[in-house]
């Protein structure tokens, strides 16, 4: 991918920052969790995404996890995205540990012990197996194929400095979840094989996703779901999720040109689908 | 799109706890509410002069939009081109040029998709980017609107929301007359799911099946109240909607002021017994009008335009004598 095509990415970023330190997903407006880690992982090693993370550890609650933005007064499914930032930024210390923990205790209500019994003894025949542990975008509501994805490149990363059972087990878990939330046509939707009985189609996003939550997850066939999407074809941001995924597993993709979008999020992605991509990257290839 | 098993605990939880802690909103059940006024036109394509049946509707009706702001929501959740899941880009557009027209200060047109993030890109495939003048600057993705948040949203302290949706004068809901697997038809109430923002909820909007649909509808029209509806009857969905059903054609544009009884008067066009519905029992008389009886039908009668709209199995029940 070309140079100035990351470049006009790279600068626009670092006009769109916000005084607090963070970025907003379109210029002008509030800071919010998401597009901040993004912009702060494309500028990495810079001085902007040193306030960045300085503005996310003000946004860590008393239980680990990380409110989406200043004024949002909840635990967000980002506290996966700030385990990421905090491991590419080498920050181990305890804004790290206590959002480990937080990531650690927090599963999607499809798999908490009412479903699970209810399940054992017959009451009802879920749609999954209850017995996996994906991860919620909020606490108190179902797991989904996005915030398990970002949750295990998290919990994988974050391997590196805790091996213990607690983390391995979870990966585990979390993986065998994402696995069974696959459509019939082999990629992945927001999180839902069927509805009544009806296949639902897979998403580009969220099967690249997918791709990147599965490294080094030993299932072979991951990649083939990604392969024959047509990467061209899809929309701006699958296109940017594509291209990271397809990258971090070592597949090249066609040099994009387009200028960048107001979309502030899309336009870190696409960055670091350019060259940062590797802060995603949790191991070898599936 | 939610499954069963997200149901499962969801049912658990509402069967334990019943209704006990609902307190209705605003509008108590002893209050009735008097009379409503329902507009029924007529529109076999989506070629025909759209705007002048939105002007007879609005005039009919007595809504007078001039100074406020007003926000279009349109139902704008997936694209299938074998289907037509999505609010016509010939009914947005119409819309845009009526309340301009009738001299609104500003009008927005804003949606926040219930499943997938790229919400232009969506826009794009139903048309609405190229179809609509000048568009990018005419719309907000409220599913990444900054937010504020609202005190009370059923047994939730507070539910956040997009801005742009709390500081419209006139929330427009243009929904797609659509039967829904779950709520037994998605309408103008069932359509102000968008209004919820994926960047505190998610994608799906998990929170409001864990409260309950039925009462989530109910919580979103009580909390946005200010509104109006012009549902695309031209063409709706029939079966497995409200994405993977059928193209059903009705022929009509349906309006008014009153949500209840809005999507009461769709429901009899589409041969579905408002009364089976759960949203429309809670917000019967607490938030508006259901009973027939009660709606004043201005244009063209229900008898008259009335066609069966295909149900799958868990609703053939409520088919309509």
Same mark, same amino acid.
Request: hydrophobic content about 40%; charged content about 20%.
């Given at each position: 991918?070309?140079d100035?095509?990351?470049?006009a990415?790279?600068?626009? +970023?670092?006009r769109?920052q ?13 800071s919010?969790?998401?597009p ?8 990495h ?7 960045a993370?300085?503005?996310l ?12 933005a200043?004024?949002v ?7 996966a995205l700030?385990?990421?930032l905090?491991?590419a930024?080498?920050e181990?210390?305890d804004?790290?540990e206590?959002g480990?923990e ?9 798999s908490? +012990?009412l479903?699970?019994?209810a399940s ?5 025949k879920?749609?999954?197996n209850p017995r996996y542990?994906?991860w919620?975008?909020k606490?108190?509501?179902?797991s989904w ?18 091996q ?6 979870r990966?585990r878990?979390?993986?065998a979840?994402? +696995?069974?939330?696959r459509a019939s046509d ?13 296949d639902?189609p897979?998403?580009p996003?969220t099967t690249a996703l997918?791709?990147?939550?599965l490294q ?8 083939d779901?990604?392969?024959k999407i047509g990467?061209?074809r ?7 999720w594509l291209a ?10 066609p040099?994009?040109?387009?200028p ?7 336009t870190?992605l696409?960055a670091l689908?350019?060259a940062?991509?590797?802060y995603?990257?949790?191991g070898?290839e599936? | ?6 149901l499962?605990p ?6 334990? /706890?019943?209704y006990?802690g609902?307190?209705g ?9 008097g009379?409503?006024s &329902?507009a029924?036109l ?10 002048s049946r939105?002007?007879q509707g609005i005039?009919e009706?007595k809504?007078?939009p001039?100074?406020?702001?007003v ?17 016509d &880009?010939?009914?947005?557009?119409a ?6 027209t ?14 997938r993030r790229?919400?232009?890109?969506? /826009?794009e495939?139903?048309?609405y980017r ?5 568009f990018?600057?005419?719309?907000v993705d409220l599913n990444?609107?900054?937010v504020?948040?609202?005190i009370g949203f059923?047994d939730?302290p507070?539910?956040y929301?997009?801005?742009t949706?709390?500081?419209?004068d006139?929330?427009?809901?243009l929904a797609?007359m659509?039967?829904?697997h ?5 309408l ?5 799911f %968008?209004?919820?923002?994926g ?5 799906p909007?998990n929170?409001?099946?864990h409260i %309950?649909?039925?009462?989530s509808? $109910?919580?979103?029209?009580r909390?946005?109240?200010h509104? $109006?509806?012009i ?17 059903k054609p009705? *022929?009509?544009l349906?309006? *008014?002021s009153?949500?209840?009884a809005?999507?009461?008067t769709c429901c ?5 017994d408002p *009364?089976?519905?759960e949203?429309?029992?809670l917000?019967s008389?607490?938030l ?5 009886a009660?709606?004043?039908q201005?244009?063209e009668?229900i008898?008259?335009?009335r066609?069966? $709209?295909?149900?799958i199995q ?8």
């Amino acid at each position: 991918m070309g140079d100035s095509y990351l470049d006009a990415r790279l600068h626009a +970023l670092r006009r769109t920052q916000n005084p607090d330190g963070g970025w907003p997903y379109f210029a002008g407006k509030q800071s919010w969790l998401e597009p901040t880690v993004y912009a702060a992982l494309a500028l990495h090693g810079e001085p902007a995404a040193d306030r960045a993370w300085k503005l996310l550890q003000s946004w860590q609650t008393r239980s680990g996890a990380f409110r989406p933005a200043a004024d949002v007064q909840m635990e967000s499914w980002g506290t996966a995205l700030c385990i990421t930032l905090a491991v590419a930024r080498g920050e181990f210390g305890d804004p790290f540990e206590r959002g480990v923990e937080w990531l650690l205790k927090t599963e999607g209500e499809d798999s908490n +012990l009412l479903t699970r019994a209810a399940s054992a003894v017959g009451l009802f025949k879920p749609d999954r197996n209850p017995r996996y542990h994906g991860w919620p975008w909020k606490p108190g509501t179902s797991s989904w194929v996005e915030p398990t994805a970002h949750a295990l490149v998290a919990l994988k990363l974050a391997s590196a400095k805790r091996q213990d059972r607690d983390v391995t087990g979870r990966i585990r878990l979390g993986q065998a979840e994402l +696995l069974d939330l696959r459509a019939s046509d082999g990629g992945w939707n927001y999180g839902n094989r069927t509805v009544w009985g009806v296949d639902l189609p897979s998403y580009p996003e969220t099967t690249a996703l997918a791709l990147i939550g599965l490294q080094a997850s030993g299932v072979k066939d991951v990649l083939d779901a990604a392969r024959k999407i047509g990467i061209e074809r899809v929309s701006p941001l699958a296109r940017a999720w594509l291209a990271i995924a397809l990258r971090l597993y070592g597949v090249a993709t066609p040099a994009p040109t387009a200028p960048p979008t107001p979309d502030l999020m899309l336009t870190a992605l696409e960055a670091l689908g350019c060259a940062n991509y590797r802060y995603f990257k949790t191991g070898g290839e599936a | 799109m939610i499954s069963r098993r997200d149901l499962f605990p969801v049912a658990a939880a509402g069967m334990l /706890a019943g209704y006990a802690g609902f307190k209705g909103g605003t509008a108590g059940r002893s209050a009735r509410l008097g009379n409503a006024s &329902v507009a029924i036109l007529k529109a076999a394509s989506y070629s025909e002069d759209l705007v002048s049946r939105m002007l007879q509707g609005i005039r009919e009706l007595k809504l007078n939009p001039r100074g406020l702001k007003v926000l279009l929501k349109p139902n704008l959740v997936e694209f299938d081109p074998h289907t037509c899941i999505n609010t016509d &880009v010939a009914v947005v557009a119409a819309a845009y040029e009526v309340f301009k027209t009738l001299g609104a200060s500003e009008v927005i047109i804003g949606e926040g998709p219930g499943h997938r993030r790229d919400t232009c890109a969506l /826009a794009e495939m139903a048309r609405y980017r190229g179809e609509i003048e000048q568009f990018d600057a005419r719309f907000v993705d409220l599913n990444r609107d900054d937010v504020s948040p609202v005190i009370g949203f059923a047994d939730r302290p507070e539910m956040y929301f997009p801005t742009t949706a709390l500081r419209a004068d006139l929330i427009v809901s243009l929904a797609k007359m659509k039967t829904h697997h779950w709520a037994g038809a998605t309408l103008a109430m069932k359509n102000f799911f %968008g209004l919820v923002p994926g960047n505190v909820y998610g994608w799906p909007k998990n929170e409001l099946h864990h409260i %309950g649909i039925d009462r989530s509808i $109910f919580e979103l029209s009580r909390v946005f109240h200010h509104s $109006f509806a012009i549902i695309d009857g031209i063409v709706g969905m029939e079966g497995n909607g409200p994405i993977q059903g059928s193209p059903k054609p009705a *022929g009509v544009l349906v309006m *008014g002021s009153d949500l209840p009884a809005v999507d009461a008067t769709c429901c009899r066009i589409m041969g579905i017994d408002p *009364g089976r519905l759960e949203y429309l029992r809670l917000a019967s008389d607490r938030l508006g009008v259901t009973e027939e009886a009660r709606i004043e039908q201005r244009g063209e009668t229900i008898r008259s335009v009335r066609t069966n $709209f295909n149900l799958i199995q868990p609703f053939e029940n409520y088919r309509l004598a």
